[in-house]
T-cell receptor, first 115, second 115 residues
Framework: GAVVSQHPSRVICKSGTSVKIECRSL??????MFWYRQFPKQSLMLMAT?????????EQGVEKDKFLINHASLTLSTLTVTSAHPEDSSFYIC???????????FGDGTRLSIL | AQSVTQPDIHITVSEGASLELRCNYS??????LFWYVQSPGQGLQLLLK??????LVQGIKGFEAEFKRSQSSFNLRKPSVHWSDAAEYFC?????????????FGSGTRLSIRP
């Protein structure tokens, strides 16, 4: 089945640093990738949608300058949390989809902890 | 408004017992419906999906779900649960073939298995 790899799985860093999370589709071409944020015991909240080669579309309330998304190829999207602060600590999950209408396949998530 | 409701926050069943997780949706068009499972600290795995056709959908790990348009429901069932089924389950709804491929997730149902 379709596999999406997300790296790193866990990161702990100091406040003020920037953190990059990678999302790769290993066995299919992902025309669209999605980035979600999940708070403890809550559902997934969509942050942004990115299509290969174009700018990401951010959901309302998500700071695009804070959460930089790059989708430079059909197999890789990155999320960079810039100048991270403790309130950015969360579980970030990416998903990837091939063609329109196909289901999304999810990565295993990244646990981000900002001290 | 588009929404997904999972009325049960937490369910505990005995190993070997049958399971039904409820999901109701509100959607303006013909929905695409999904059930995902999330183990602790991990991403989401697709259990099954409904796009069209037979309203009883078979998925992985022995799960099935039935789409009932009249009740706006897509309940997940399993005849006999195993201890490894303990996880968080998310129902989700998305558009069909359209450019807006956002998936809306329910709040999730945590399943615990009693030995």
């Amino acid at each position: 089945g379709a596999v999406v790899s997300q790296h790193p799985s866990r990161v702990i860093c100091k406040s003020g640093t920037s953190v990059k999370i990678e999302c790769r589709s290993l066995d299919f071409q992902a025309t669209t990738m999605f980035w979600y944020r999940q708070f403890p015991k809550q559902s997934l909240m969509l942050m942004a949608t990115s299509n290969e080669g174009s700018k990401a579309t951010y959901e309302q309330g998500v700071e695009k300058d804070k959460f930089l998304i790059n989708h430079a190829s059909l197999t890789l999207s990155t999320l960079t949390v810039t100048s991270a602060h403790p309130e950015d600590s969360s579980f970030y999950i990416c998903s990837a989809r091939g063609l329109e209408g196909q289901p999304q396949h999810f990565g295993d998530g990244t646990r981000l902890s900002i001290l | 408004a588009q929404s997904v409701t999972q009325p049960d926050i937490h369910i505990t069943v005995s190993e070997g017992a049958s399971l039904e997780l409820r999901c109701n949706y509100s959607y303006g068009a013909t929905p695409y419906l999904f059930w995902y499972v999330q183990s602790p600290g991990q991403g989401l795995q697709l259990l099954l999906k409904y796009f069209s056709g037979d309203t009883l959908v078979q998925g992985i790990k022995g799960f099935e779900a039935e789409f009932k348009r009249s009740q706006s429901s897509f309940n997940l069932r399993k005849p006999s649960v195993h201890w490894s089924d303990a996880a968080e389950y998310f129902c989700a709804v998305g558009p069909g073939y359209s450019s807006a491929s956002k998936i809306i997730f329910g709040s999730g149902t945590r399943l615990s298995i009693r030995p």
